[in-house]
């Protein structure tokens, strides 16, 4: 593929990510696991709830942001910000300058409200962009990444990009998808990870190791790579009948292939999707730290 016709599909890309935000944010919101963000509940021993679930990834970013962000100058960039609810946690627990950035209008949106109705648009703002396309300042002393990643159309390249726009000693943390070499060739884990990456818009879907290596080669070290897999709770029923419904089109192809483009249903495959991979361990969902050198 040359120069610009990557450059054109990585664009497109990009456009497919916010259109598929845009048309599903408020439904995720309705009925995911929790009402205040739409990232992933992980229940751990002492949650108790689907709120204590949903909150706990924030709590351990916060943990791993202690002593590491300048109590009033640090800046923090939250990559893929949702609807503002990670921004809000970090901003009250360390006291920096936080920046959320969302390629979906609607998200920016409703953060933007969220940061009016918290008293917090002084030192926090969202940024309705591409996170790989960001200027080369300002600098930041930690940045986040929950369930936003696995869209950028290059890991390598986005990594690259956040490397430089780290402070040295500054942490990037980041908690997401991440394949496994199991049965890797095995024709049901490559349908699985094709559907999932069709329906969730997935750009990038590499191994942690294949991470860490990128990551090294920017002046990034891997410090912490958590494993939280078996803390989520998998086999919703939905994907049963999701599961119905693809054997029903899989002789259809392209009836198939207007299902995927549908934002709903694309939602819906890609998450039945990650389901199976993830119980199959396929896939795994990590909490990473890397550190710049």
């Excluded at 089109?249 to 939602?267: K, Q, S, Y």
Aim: aromatic share 6%; net charge neutral.
């Amino acid at each position: 593929m040359s120069q610009v016709s990557a450059g054109g599909a990585a664009a497109e890309h990009v456009i497919r990510v916010a259109s598929y935000y845009d048309s599903n944010t408020r439904r995720f919101l309705r009925f995911g696991e929790t009402n205040d963000a739409i990232h992933r509940g992980v229940w751990m021993p002492g949650v108790t709830n689907a709120a204590e679930a949903g909150e706990l990834i924030n709590r351990m970013v916060v943990e791993r942001l202690s002593g590491h962000v300048p109590a009033g100058e640090g800046r923090v960039l939250d990559l893929g910000c949702g609807v503002g609810a990670t921004v809000v946690r970090m901003a009250k627990a360390t006291n920096a300058h936080v920046t959320g950035v969302t390629i979906s209008r609607v998200q920016a949106e409703i953060a933007e409200k969220r940061l009016t109705a918290e008293g917090l648009t002084e030192r926090c703002h969202i940024v309705c962009d591409d996170f790989a396309q960001l200027p080369a300042e300002p600098r930041y002393h930690a940045m986040v990444a929950i369930e936003s990643m696995v869209h950028s159309p290059s890991l390598a390249n986005l990594i690259s990009s956040l490397a430089a726009r780290l402070h040295p000693g500054g942490r990037l943390i980041v908690c997401d998808d991440w394949m496994t070499d199991k049965d890797r060739g095995l024709p049901a884990r490559e349908r699985c990870l094709d559907q999932f990456r069709a329906g969730w818009r997935i750009g990038s879907l590499h191994t942690v190791p294949e991470l860490a290596d990128m990551s090294q080669r920017v002046g990034l070290r891997l410090l912490e790579d958590l494993d939280l897999t078996s803390y989520l709770r998998l086999g919703r029923p939905r994907d049963r009948v999701i599961d119905v419904v693809l054997s029903a089109t899989g002789a259809l192809p392209r009836v198939h292939d207007r299902l995927v483009e549908t934002p709903f249903w694309a939602n819906m495959i890609g998450g039945s999707a990650l389901q199976a991979g993830l119980s199959q361990r396929w896939m795994e969902y990590r909490l990473l730290v890397l550190e710049r050198v």
